[in-house]
């Protein structure tokens, strides 16, 4: 694969790029603690994913950055929380305002930040604004409860905002996820500490910028949103163990969530959790092939194949696995490796060199474990990048590691089956439960497989298409609770029952 030359899109991406970048590589990137720009002791180098030169410094959160930016929260909070669900609506509508108005920056930020191809993060940096347009509606009501009256009692619930939140979010579209967190956090009336990614930091201090200043020019309290960068192991860890963090909505691998269940366990934190995946892609026979290629390639290539629910084991009836397979060689093939800011670019450098070499690994454990690779596990385009070539493997069976740890990169692997139960046994026959796809023409056939495959969340003939009111998260490994809907409001509001006596009610009385 040779390199691209430079067209005219991608210089002009670039060079916006570099006008939008030139302040973080000004001085060291700040955290942002009850409106104030801190700059801690500590910062560390923020690495370009397509060269690996050093795109800025970060300042990197302690204990004490951390312990500010909480007590900055549980100020805001006494205020927050009181502030009524119009209001805060009106004010989350202008956060998506911003962002819109912010969109192009955002996406090109992100995408040299992230390696992510510029194609899909215009859309990601918009999807960050429908967030907020989605839970700024939901605001109004996500106090409401029910009435449950009684004989004796009029029963109603209310529901009310936990209180300091912290969000913790992985490097993979940060800014899309990171809004889908803080949205429904801010619109419940809880106040945030934001932790995101070592990895791709950038885009979350935009949003942190936007932030503030709704909250600021509304005349709110300061530490509504604060901003701590800094690694998992030291800022992360202190935000789990923060008595005055109520619960942590966390976004990461499934081994990350098992620490900060055990970090947050003294101080008895909620925990809300978006972890790993294997998902599966079951095609029958009987499935519109055409259409099953285009969406079996499209979900695992797209976004560097760095996306939770992509789907990484394709299970393909035996009758159908090698014309399958045969053309998505060919397709894969031709997928367009390059510079994540070139529009034409369809697969960019993966976020860091650590990554692309255990990517890369998986292709030494496919040759050990008897797969085949049909195409890439090698590195793609000459230089210094972290590129590597879209890879297929296939002739696996699913014990194999290939098939059964999350590589979370272009990486595919193609299982046969022969019949609908081997397929049911295959998808569950992994730890993980967070999205299943299933191709096949037959109805009946599509119920029985979405009902029995343990997933979180089961596309029948179609890739994934998000629909903000439906439930988000996996089983299993996969995760604990759901994003979505009113869903969200479980992690971030208390149930209150209040019981109201009706005169039909009286105590026994005692000590007569
Ligand atoms: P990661 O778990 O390594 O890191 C995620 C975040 O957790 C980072 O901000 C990191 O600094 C922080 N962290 C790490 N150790 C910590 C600790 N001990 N205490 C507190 N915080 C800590 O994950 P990643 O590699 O950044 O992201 C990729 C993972 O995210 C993949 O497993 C992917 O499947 C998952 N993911 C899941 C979903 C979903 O919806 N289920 C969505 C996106 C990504």
Known sequence: ?????????????LRKAEQHLARFKKSVVPHRIAGENVVGQEAFENFDPSDNSVLCKISSGTEKEIDQ???????????????????????LHKIADKIEARAEEIALVESTDSGQAIRYMAKAALRGAENFRFYADKAPEASDGL??????????????????????????????????????????????????????????????????????????????????HGFGESAGKALTEHPAIKA?????????????????SRTLKRVHFELGGKNPVVV??????????DAVLFMIYSLNGQRCTSSSRALVQRSIYDRLTADLKARVEKIKVG??????????????ARHADKVLSYAEHAKKDGAQIATGGIRALDGKGNFVCPTLFTRATNEMRIAQEEIFGPVLTVIPFEDEADAIRIANDVRYGLAAYIWTGNVGRAHRVAQSVEAGMVWVNSENVRHLPTPFGGVKASGIGRDGGDYAFEIYMEQKNIAIGLDKHRAPKIGV
């Not at 529901?159 to 949205?183: C, D, E, H, Y």
């Open 339 to 352: 510079h994540p800011l070139d529009p034409d670019t369809e697969l960019g450098p993966l976020i860091h």
């Open 248 to 264: 942590i909505a966390f976004v990461g691998e499934s081994i990350t969530g098992s620490h900060i269940m055990s970090q947050g």
């Open 147 to 228: 009435s449950l009256p009684t004989e004796t009692h009029l029963n109603y619930t209310i529901r009310q905002p936990i209180g300091p939140v912290g969000v913790i979010t992985p490097w993979n579209t940060p800014f899309m996820l990171s809004t889908w967190k803080i949205a429904p956090a801010l619109a419940a009336g809880c106040t945030i500490v934001h932790k995101p990614a070592e990895w791709s930091p950038l885009s979350a201090v935009i949003l942190s910028e936007i932030m503030s200043e709704v909250f600021e020019g509304a005349g709110l309290p300061k530490g509504i949103v604060n901003l701590v």
């Open 284 to 293: 029958f026979d009987d499935a519109d092939y055409d259409r099953a290629l």
């Open 1 to 13: 694969m040779n390199k691209p030359l430079p067209n005219n899109a991608l210089t002009d991406n």
């Open 69 to 91: 930016a909480a007590r900055a929260a549980e100020a805001a909070f006494k205020v927050w929380k009181d502030v009524p669900g119009e209001k805060r609506r009106a004010l």
